[in-house]
């Protein structure tokens, strides 16, 4: 025994016995390193994952969000204006999304498509599984159906959709938001993702939405959600290509869609895989190094100093590494007490980033301790962090508010690694990333002109205010606030003046209200207010609402002009009006359109019969969307009488409409919903093409040829086709320019007189007659009237109706006529209705008249009859202009 215990001891045997120890836990440490990293490099993979599904479904959840928002409108605007009237409404708006990017429409009950932006063919979609999901199922969400293509649009898209309904609920037919699947993996970023990664969308049904791998775009696979999410952070193969992913999936809320995101495993461990080469390579050169030892001894010497080149060549590298890392290094080493106990840090080493950090050099910190440095650490919890690491290991990290004055940043992200001795404490300044997190945030929830609250966050505080007032018991009040005449300021000063329109008033509004107070902007010159903390009586605001009034209605300088606009108020309450964000904005807004119906400038609060007129102002435009295809209207002819000799020159043609169930419906209540719809266009052109057929009939069945007058609205002179539209109507009736004349309201041709003038000289260059109607209401000046090519001027009736008993009426009636044949115009009166009206109008000059007295507006066939009485007269004198 003795022996062999000497044979150990003696060199040739212990010294190859020591080598094979050694290398044993030469190996053993660098496996269990390997190991170690391995197992890292698998989490951090895996974490990885996790964050970037985080990241992933909120730029999802936010598009898709958008698009619900978009679909709300859409569904709230087809079923209030009919499913043709919705998109014209919400495009004249700019509610309506980019139609570069997304695919809007509206199909009815039957599954035909009857609206969309951009426009499209017609097409029936009843066979498609979202039409038969809503059109079976009463469902309030919005349905996420297959990627799929259509005649109408031969791309492939996913369809967003939902159900409309009808007043009784019934299935009314579906909106529909369509986008591109590539879409929703545009984010895609190879710096994070790499070449094999994975963004995508999947239904709860499994069916791949959308799925991006690099540059490969794809949809239609199947995946089982249930088999990724039974085993997180544990890569699996992909179905479709075989590559093993980590694989994160989130359930995206409130939809039946979950969003995936994949990091290929090769990639995500390719660094690992380099280490691993590299400690196996560094492993064996120990061994072959000790090998050598035991067979070399002699070599001993250089074998040492080889080691500590290598020692040195590592705290190189580690120096190198730590200088060039954008996060600050310290490395603290505990000290104790005679317990054992923590009781302090000294700092054994930082880096130059930790220098920048602090504002102090190395040699000045590693002379301090933690404690005496920052004697807040003790306070603070910070001290207790890092004395828990270094006792128990592991990593603690967190994020927040820098609350350390002695570090340069707003904000930190602290990760502390517990090693021998001490700690690594490695911190990281993200301010900037934080404030970018803050403008991204910020411009996401505020209008980018004006800077106030965009709809999507006036919404969300409304809520948060009903719900705050539905514990309390207080009320909420809720300002839908329209400008008036906006449209007019850039028209005449452009879209740079109504920018800074719009600022301005955002600013007054602003400066009117509580602080707890909202003012946001809903789109275009539309603002919402939401006012919450009330009591019961609302009323107690009025003050508040009518400074708003008169601060928005003060003068403002825009483009070196003093422009001045005023604003209607609608008003609904919480919860006197509504219990909801959608019904109170609603309400709001129908109370606004009272206000303006009121003669703007003014404030309204919502009452119940408000409802009532706008169900009656949609049922009358839907009806009158009808009425011309279905021969609803018609001319009635109000005939014109040259004073001198008493004979009919001409006619006034004037629509009507015959509505089948609700009977005759004034110009009066219809022209206004003509012009706000745009449909006083095709009308307007349809009254022109009548007026001009019924003209050349008379001429054919050899009567005198009269003089025809149309109206032409605001609107039909600002389309840049009348003049094409009238030489067409003209052309098809085969009437002679010379019988037409047009008549322009004084008000329409101020707006831009230059404009103005180029049009009705084209018009007059035809050799159509023009007139100027209701003159002396408007506010024209004598020198844009000499320059306009009128032909006669028609005195309003309101200046006619008492001239019998009023002196102001009489002057000015009186002034007209001497203007007119001053400027060589004829001058006609209209509302002609006593004896004592055509006698003082005859006395002093005036050239024509038209009214009851006369006749009323008759259809064609009475002024054919007229025609034909005064042709068995013994003469028969016709004035043409």
């Given at each position: ?10 060199t040739?045997?212990s ?23 391995e ?54 708006h ?28 017609p097409?029936?979609v009843a066979?498609?599984?979202y ?14 159906a ?20 009808d ?21 895609y ?13 999947v239904?709860?049904?499994g ?16 995946i ?15 179905s ?13 809320a ?6 995936v ?13 380099a ?7 560094e ?13 070399m ?38 000290i ?31 002379a301090q ?52 001795g ?11 990333r ?44 809720v300002?839908?606030i ?5 449209k ?23 400066g009117?209200v509580?602080?707890e ?47 001045q ?8 309450v ?38 009532a007129g706008?169900?009656?102002k ?6 009158l ?13 109000q ?21 089948p ?5 004034t ?6 919903l003509?012009?706000?719809?745009g449909?006083i266009?095709?009308?307007?052109e ?20 009269l ?7 605001a609107?039909?002179?600002?389309d ?19 019988w ?15 404009q ?31 320059s306009?090519?009128?032909?006669r ?5 309101s ?13 000015i ?11 060589d ?39 054919t ?11 028969v ?5």
């Amino acid at each position: 025994m003795k022996r062999w215990l000497r044979m150990c001891l003696e060199t040739q045997v212990s010294l190859p016995l020591f080598t094979i120890v050694l290398l044993a836990v030469v190996w053993a440490a660098t496996l269990h390193f390997i190991d170690s990293e391995e197992v890292a490099a698998r989490e951090l993979a895996a974490e990885s994952a996790s964050e970037m599904i985080a990241t992933y479904e909120a730029q999802v959840a936010r598009s898709i969000n958008g698009i619900e928002q978009t679909l709300k409108v859409l569904k709230y605007s087809a079923e209030r204006q009919g499913a043709r009237g919705a998109l014209p409404d919400l495009q004249a708006h700019g509610l309506l999304p980019s139609g570069l990017v997304f695919i809007v429409s509206i199909v009815d009950a039957h599954g035909d498509t009857v609206a969309s932006n951009p426009a499209a063919p017609p097409l029936n979609v009843a066979q498609e599984d979202y039409f038969r999901f809503h059109q079976q199922q009463r469902s309030n969400y919005t349905y996420i159906a297959q990627v799929m293509r259509d005649p109408a649009n031969q791309d492939w898209h996913l369809h967003f959709t939902r159900r409309l309904e009808d007043a009784r609920g019934a299935f009314a037919g579906v909106a529909i938001v369509e986008v591109d699947p590539a879409y929703f993996t545009s984010g895609y970023e190879r710096s994070r993702l790499g070449e094999q990664g994975v963004l995508g969308l999947v239904g709860d049904d499994g069916v791949v939405r959308a799925l991006r791998v690099g540059d490969r775009q794809s949809f239609g696979q199947r995946i089982d959600l249930a088999a990724l999410q039974a085993r997180p952070g544990v890569p699996l193969p992909a179905s479709w290509d075989g590559v093993k992913r980590y694989t994160a999936v989130r359930q995206l809320a409130g939809l039946h869609l979950s969003a995936v995101v994949g990091l290929a495993e090769g990639e995500q461990m390719a660094a690992f895989a380099a280490q691993r080469r590299q400690l196996l390579w560094e492993a064996g050169v120990a061994s072959a190094v000790l090998i050598l030892l035991a067979a070399m001894a002699w070599a001993c010497v250089w074998l040492g100093a080889k080691a500590r080149r290598r020692i040195r060549r590592a705290q190189e590298t580690y120096a190198a590494a730590s200088e060039s890392n954008m996060d600050a290094f310290f490395v603290l080493r505990a000290i104790r007490n005679k317990e054992g106990a923590v009781v302090d840090f000294k700092f054994a080493a930082i880096n130059s980033r930790a220098e920048q950090l602090t504002g102090i050099s190395r040699s000045e910190l590693r002379a301090q301790t933690l404690c005496g440095w920052l004697p807040a650490a003790r306070h603070n919890g910070m001290f207790e962090r890092l004395a828990h690491v270094t006792e128990n290991g592991g990593v603690h990290q967190e994020e927040g508010p820098n609350a350390t004055p002695q570090l340069r940043a707003e904000w930190l992200h602290w990760q502390v690694v517990g090693v021998e001795g001490g700690v690594v404490a490695i911190v990281r300044d993200i301010s900037e990333r934080k404030r970018a997190e803050e403008r991204i945030y910020h411009m996401a929830h505020h209008d980018t002109l004006t800077g106030l609250p965009n709809r999507s966050l006036i919404c969300d505080r409304l809520q948060q205010s009903i719900a705050h007032a539905e514990r309390n018991g207080e009320s909420v009040l809720v300002a839908f606030i329209d400008l008036d005449s906006f449209k007019l300021v850039n028209d005449t000063l452009g879209h740079n003046a109504g920018d800074e329109l719009l600022k301005e008033v955002a600013n007054r509004m602003v400066g009117c209200v509580r602080r707890e107070d909202t003012v946001g902007r809903f789109g275009g010159d539309e603002f919402v207010l939401v006012l919450p903390h009330l009591d019961d009586d609302p009323q107690v605001l009025v003050p508040l609402l009518n400074k708003i009034l008169e601060s928005v209605v003060e003068p403002i300088v825009l483009e070196g002009q003093k422009m001045q606009v005023s604003c209607s108020i609608g008003v609904a309450v919480y919860p006197r009006d509504g219990r909801d964000s959608d019904t109170l904005m609603m309400h709001a807004d129908a109370a606004m359109y009272r206000a303006k119906e009121s003669g703007k400038n003014n404030c309204q609060f919502y009452m119940q019969e408000m409802n009532a007129g706008m169900e009656e102002k949609l049922a009358l435009t839907d009806g009158l969307r009808k009425a011309l295809a279905e021969n609803q209207l018609s001319l009635a002819y109000q005939p014109k009488v040259n004073l001198e000799s008493g004979r009919m020159f001409g006619v006034e043609a004037l629509l009507r409409w015959q509505h089948p169930q609700r009977g005759n419906i004034t110009p009066a209540q219809f022209i206004p919903l003509a012009e706000e719809n745009g449909l006083i266009i095709p009308i307007g052109e349809w009254v022109l093409r009548e007026a001009c057929r019924q003209a050349r009939a008379w001429q054919d069945a050899g009567l005198p040829p009269l003089v025809v007058s149309v109206n032409v609205s605001a609107r039909q002179f600002d389309d840049p086709r009348l003049v094409e539209r009238v030489a067409s109507a003209l052309a098809w009736s085969g009437l002679c320019p010379q019988w037409l004349e047009l008549e322009l309201t004084e008000s329409m041709v101020m707006r831009d007189t230059a404009q103005s003038v180029a049009k009705m000289r084209q018009l007059e260059a035809m050799g159509i007659a023009l007139a100027i109607d209701d003159f002396g209401t408007g506010y024209s000046s004598l020198a844009a009237l000499k320059s306009f090519p009128i032909t006669r001027l028609k005195i309003d009736q309101s200046f006619v109706r008492d001239l019998a008993g009023s002196a102001d009426d009489q002057a000015i009636t009186c002034a007209i006529i001497s203007l007119s044949h001053q400027l060589d115009m004829r001058v006609i009166a209209e509302g002609v209705e006593t004896e004592q009206q055509r006698s003082f109008l005859q006395q002093h000059g005036c050239d024509e008249v038209q009214g009851y007295l006369y006749s009323r507006p008759v259809p064609a066939q009475r002024i054919t009859a007229m025609l034909l009485g005064e042709e068995v007269a013994d003469e028969v004198t016709m004035f043409a202009p």
